[in-house]
């Protein structure tokens, strides 16, 4: 028994001292949700992903669902990057083997501005619960 706690022991004091190196702790992390509109719309299906302003830290990303995501996320300034798309049609997943189950086709409708050259940035305070991004075309 003594040598199973010291393994506990020995494990937890690990994964604290690879937090404490890291510079993370649960206390940096904020449970955030939003909504994500084009042109007043819901985003139906996309992602969206938060990297550290600065370059240097974690990042985090989830989906977007009809419009809504929900995350959890470290403190700070952020860049944001949005992808949205919309089905267009479907094809089978082993193209020329009619058997094999259909896919669905995508095509993105975020503008460039807000993903692979994103304009996006926000601030990731303590207090941070709701961040909506309200997109536009024009």
Not at 20 to 41: A, F, M, N, P, R
Not at 67 to 78: D, P
Not at 88 to 110: C, M, W
Request: glycine share 10%.
């Amino acid at each position: 028994m003594t040598c199973s706690v010291r393994r506990i022991v020995s494990w937890s004091g690990a994964v604290g001292l690879l937090l404490l190196v890291s510079g993370c702790s649960k206390g940096d992390l904020v449970d955030i949700q939003g909504e994500v509109t084009l042109d007043g719309k819901p985003i139906e299906k996309g992602t969206i992903d938060f990297y550290p302003a600065d370059g240097s830290g974690p990042t985090a990303g989830t989906v977007i669902d009809r419009g809504q995501y929900q995350l959890e996320i470290h403190r700070g300034a952020k860049s944001v990057r949005i992808q949205g798309y919309r089905k267009v049609g479907q094809e089978h997943a082993i193209p020329n083997d009619p058997t094999s189950p259909l896919v669905d086709i995508n095509e993105p409708i975020v503008p460039t501005r807000y993903n692979a050259s994103s304009e996006l940035t926000c601030q990731i305070a303590p207090d941070t619960r709701t961040l909506d991004f309200r997109l536009s075309t024009r």
